[in-house]
């Protein structure tokens, strides 16, 4: 078998298991990323991995050839304004809708390293301390264990913080450990729960976050695949919550009963109340 059908391979059973895409343009990243995986099992060559995939496929396995195909690329604050609008408006907005249950539910889908639900945790902190009497969920998750582990741990290089985190925020929360690294603080962490999950899996039925982020995973997906991730999404939302996507990415060519919703430089999607939709 050539190189390139081994490499189909296993670009296929990532894009079955992930929606990632591997094409010709992109095997040369693809064969880097599957080297690793050879000296981890001491596979001669490519040929031999496929083998062992094909034939004695352990859980780790699995698991170690999506984590080396995802991209886990993230920083604090990742883009600014988004952050800007949930402290400016949407949390605000939440504050008096919720008034009576007094809960709020976030979900941070593909939260990749932490960086994105801790940003969110330090806006409520910092900013909303009349939460400290509300039920307060984050739920952070990902595909990828290695980023889930981390997120976990709470902690970040000396690089890392440096990308997004300023240092007025990393004095207040985060300690610095032995080997320099700084560690979020617990009472940050204590609304965060952290868990594996496809974006593939149907969430028909769960209609409770307030708020998705979602930023960021779609690039990698093509058209029938972000369909069923926004149809996912959208049915975990209750009525009247909102969707923020990443820069640049949207909802054209998805038909999708989430409304546009612009504030400054972001566009929120929201789920529209029965009754009460724009359109209608
Ligand atoms: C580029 S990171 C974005 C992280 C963060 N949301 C941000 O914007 O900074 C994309 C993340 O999506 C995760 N991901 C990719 N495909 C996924 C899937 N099918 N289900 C869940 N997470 C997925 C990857 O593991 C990765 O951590």
């Avoid at 050879?38 to 995939?53: H, I, P, Q, V």
Wanted: hydrophobic fraction near 35%.
């Amino acid at each position: 078998m050539t190189d390139d059908k081994i490499l189909e391979y296993f670009a296929k059973y990532i894009y079955d298991h992930t929606g990632i895409m591997y094409t010709d343009t992109n095997f040369y990243q693809l064969e880097r990323r599957l080297q690793s995986l050879c000296t981890r099992f001491d596979a001669k060559d490519f040929a031999e991995l496929r083998l062992m995939y094909s034939q004695n496929k352990t859980s780790e396995m699995h698991q170690l050839l999506v984590d080396l195909a995802t991209n886990n690329e993230t920083s604090f604050y990742r883009d600014g304004h988004p952050f800007k609008v949930l402290a400016d408006e949407i949390i605000p907005s939440i504050l008096v809708n919720n008034k009576d249950s007094k809960t709020l539910n976030i979900w941070s889908a593909g939260c990749s390293m932490g960086q994105e639900p801790y940003s969110i945790l330090m806006i409520l902190e910092e900013q909303f301390p009349e939460l400290k009497s509300w039920r307060v969920q984050l739920n952070a998750t990902d595909i990828s264990t290695v980023a889930l582990d981390k997120t976990e741990s709470g902690v970040y290089t000396q690089l890392e913080v440096q990308r997004g985190l300023p240092i007025k925020k990393l004095m207040q929360y985060f300690t610095q450990i032995e080997d320099g690294s700084y560690q979020v603080k617990d009472f940050i962490k204590k609304n965060l729960t952290v868990k594996p999950f496809n974006l593939f899996t149907d969430t028909n039925g769960i209609s409770q976050f307030d708020i998705v982020f979602c930023r960021n995973v779609l690039i990698y997906q093509n058209v029938e695949n972000k369909k069923k991730i926004i149809q996912n999404l959208t049915n975990s939302l209750k009525p009247g919550g909102c969707l923020f996507l990443g820069n640049g990415e949207s909802l054209i060519g998805i038909d999708s009963e989430l409304e546009n919703e612009r504030h400054e430089k972001v566009t929120v999607f929201r789920k529209p109340v029965i009754g009460m939709s724009k359109a209608a």
